[in-house]
């Protein structure tokens, strides 16, 4: 069992999938409960990989691995670190927590609908724990389709423009990525005489600076575009404006850490020079700045509640790079830490927003005003999310994001002063929509009748909120899972990083601090 649990966990969404297809489409109610029960249990089934995974240990655990095309040295290779086992818990608990959300908010072609969200949470997971380069763009090509559907066939009025924004832009970025894979494969042949996709393999080669600087830039893009990195963001907010709750819940909560993910697992280790060329840090921190401030001011303008929080995710993903990027262990470990924070308090504000708007059908911030009078239970959850999302003390947010600007003041320290006003706008914006939809007189008499919030929809909630706390006042067991896999990015791209003690660990990197030499 434990050798193959990996593989339970990626092929249950999948299983629920095939017996779903022999479900009569007419049976609404049914093919929901399923649904749901799929999504849970394949939740529960990923339960086993926390309590089994064994912290302080390097390289991946529950890794199997079996032939799948010789010829092309392609396998079928999973297994996971502690990053990749945090975003798989991730994934898990959110597809779950989405799946639960669209309970009456889909009425037509259910049964398509929950297909399509089976298939994406087993994408998603594949990304996450794939081994072989091979496998893992199958998976991250697969995510594209469903994704594509749930915007394009469920979504709002400007749905086709936004799902086929959506696909060529992600589908572009990926093509490119695919050339970098295929540069690797034949440099790994040239020099070794063995064809083969396994990363663990591919490491092993050796490239000029000038060759691997291209092959970063091919898998910036792709990346990037996921992410969305500046100035990559803007088919972002016509995707979530456009797709159900529950595709913008997924959407933001795991499909945008893949980009992420790919930097950590694949540019920085398979491309170290180039990881570490002076010029590339300094574009990808000044990319990652502009992001987070540019996303905080354009949410301060927006009248539509569900775009302002799209946006919002340019600019706390671009906290997320930026720590990445800093090149130093509190850097990437808080990265990995908001990138679940910003899964658990992003996927909750969207599903704060699909509670009203199932309730009003409008997300105009100025048709709003006073709920809290009408909606207690409502204002008090979307409360949590927004503080958990400003980075409030004791609330996960904020955790994530001190580290990062620990991280970042390390390597220099204009990019803190720079990313610290992302954290003031980021409260301006999020306290003035809470203000101006909660508080107050109630504006609009068709508010007035709002039935507050039943208890399916209080209980999508608790696990986020209960998460949310957990990270915030505890968050020392994540950052004992997350040591191991970051100190082995860290010392593959800056080599005898740790050798020197902790006076050489707290020594910025000469090439990218502020005031040149010392």
């Excluded at 996303?295 to 600019?315: H, N, P, R």
Aim: proline fraction near 5%; charged fraction near 10%; charge should be positive.
């Amino acid at each position: 069992m434990d050798q193959h649990l990996l593989s339970i966990v990626l092929l249950t969404p999948l299983a629920g999938l095939l017996v779903l297809l022999f479900l009569p489409s007419k049976s609404k109610n049914l093919i929901r409960i399923w649904a749901n029960l799929v999504a849970f249990a394949g939740f529960l089934v990923s339960l086993p990989l926390v309590s089994r995974f064994q912290v302080g240990v390097p390289g991946f655990q529950f890794e199997e691995r079996f032939d799948w095309i010789p010829s092309l040295g392609a396998h079928y290779h999973i297994g996971m670190d502690g990053i990749s086992l945090l975003l798989v818990m991730l994934t898990t608990l959110m597809g779950f927590v989405a799946i639960l959300c669209s309970w009456s908010a889909v009425q037509d072609r259910t049964k398509e609908y929950y297909a399509m969200f089976l298939l994406l949470q087993t994408g998603m997971i594949g990304v996450f724990v794939a081994l072989d380069f091979f496998l893992f763009y199958i998976f991250w090509e697969l995510v594209l389709v469903p994704m594509y559907f749930i915007i394009g066939v469920w979504g709002g009025p400007r749905k086709l423009y936004a799902a086929i924004k959506f696909f060529l832009y992600t589908l572009a970025g990926s093509v490119l990525m695919l050339l970098g894979i295929l540069t690797l494969y034949f440099q790994h042949f040239h020099q070794f005489g063995t064809y083969t996709f396994e990363i663990s393999e591919l490491m092993k080669t050796t490239m000029p600076l000038g060759l691997q600087q291209w092959v970063f830039w091919a898998f910036f893009l792709g990346f990037a575009i996921k992410v969305p990195m500046f100035p990559f963001h803007t088919w972002l907010p016509d995707a979530h404006v456009e797709a159900p709750t529950a595709g913008s819940v997924i959407l933001a909560a795991v499909l945008l850490k893949m980009g992420t993910y790919g930097f950590l697992r694949f540019s920085l280790p398979l491309l170290p020079k180039a990881s570490m060329d002076q010029t590339i840090v300094q574009i990808l921190a000044v990319l990652s700045i502009i992001g987070i401030i540019y996303g905080a001011l354009v949410c301060m303008m927006q009248k539509d509640w569900k775009k302002l929080i799209a946006y919002s995710s340019v600019s706390h993903l671009g906290f997320c790079t930026l720590g990445i990027f800093s090149m130093n262990p509190n850097g990437i470990a808080g990265s990995v830490l908001q990138q679940i924070n910003h899964g658990i308090s992003t996927g909750m504000l969207f599903m704060v927003i699909g509670v009203i708007y199932e309730r009003r059908h409008t997300r105009e911030i100025s048709e709003y005003g006073g709920l809290a009078h009408v909606m207690p239970k409502f204002a008090v959850i979307f409360a949590i999310a927004m503080l958990s999302s400003v980075g409030l003390p004791l609330l996960n947010g904020f955790v994530g994001e001190f580290t990062i600007l620990m991280g970042a003041f390390e390597a220099n320290r204009i990019w803190a002063a720079f990313a610290v006003t992302g954290v003031i706008l980021g409260a301006a914006y999020l306290l003035w929509l809470y203000q101006r939809t909660m508080l107050g007189q109630v504006t609009n008499g068709k508010n007035l009748v709002i039935p507050d919030m039943n208890f399916r929809e209080i209980a999508m909630f608790v696990p986020l909120i209960a998460w949310a706390i957990w990270i915030g006042v505890y968050p020392k067991p994540y950052f004992d899972i997350l040591r191991q896999p970051v100190s082995e990015i860290v010392e593959r791209v800056r080599p005898g990083y740790y050798s020197g003690g902790v006076q050489n660990a707290a020594i910025p990197l000469p090439s990218v601090r502020a005031g040149g030499a010392r």
